[in-house]
Each structure stands twice: as structure tokens, then as C-alpha cells.
């Protein structure tokens, strides 16, 4: 299973950033590439505990909604609705510059995946505390949904 602890899953994460352009045609859902692309750097500054988030209301218990959403198989549902945090028409990072905030999640993907980690995991909205390996297939999860949205 793809996760971003693999270097070659990692490289296929930022080889298809590179795929992302300002008029990247939306598939589905309501942001644009470049919200987008701030979302996943949210998603990232969550992930490392510098972006606090608070628990969402989940319709089946944690546990199960983290087992299905990280290893069963099956892509994910569109139009999940993000937590305001991390939604860029709420309380999200705002879109600067595409190519600087392009720069800017590429580093964050880079800075999640060193060793040593200089960051603690917080827990997540939606699955509550993760292991590293749940946080880092659960990342390759989160960026390939949304590069899929956008084509890439």
C-alpha cells in the first residue's frame, strides 16, 4: 500500500504536483488548484501539530472511519467536507502566489518525511491519534484524492 515513508511513493507525489497549473481543470468539488494546493499544505502543518485543529463530528466511531479511510482499498468519496481549519473559504491559508505556494508544500511533504522527525504528530480531526505509518499513508491518501480532482 502507497504511503509517503516510500521513497518511490513519495516521488510520485511530487512528480504530480509538478502536474498541477493554475487552469488544471476541476473534476469535482469547489476549490480551485491553487486553494488546493494550500488545502494539502494545511493538511501537512495539521499533520506536524503547527496548524491546531479541533475534533470533527464523525458519523461511526474513529476507529472505524480510520481503518476504512486508510486501508481499505477503495478511493475516497467526493465532496467530503473538510474541517474549517483547513477549508480555504473558511479558516484556511489563504492562496498567495501558485508558484511559491507550490514551493512551500513541497517542502512541508519534504519536512514530514526526514528522519529524525523535528515535529510531533497531533491527533486528527476526523481519526484521532495515528501511527506514523497511518499519518504517512493517510498523507499519500490525502494528496492523491486531490491531485486525482484536479487531473493530475
Sequence with gaps: MKALSNSADKGEILTRLEDIHLDSPRQ????????MICHLSDGFRMYMGEKKVAPARTPVPR???RFVAIWVPLR????FKSVPELDQQAGG????????DKKQLRAL?????QTPKDYSYQPHPHFGPLSEREWMRLAYLHADHHFRQFGA
Design 76 to 79: 475516497w468519496p467526493k465532496g
Design 109 to 113: 511533504i519534504d519536512r514530514f518525511t
Design 28 to 35: 469535482w468539488g469547489r476549490m480551485n488548484p491553487h486553494q
Design 63 to 65: 476507529a472505524v472511519l
Design 93 to 100: 491559508t489563504r492562496p498567495s502566489e501558485f508558484e511559491a
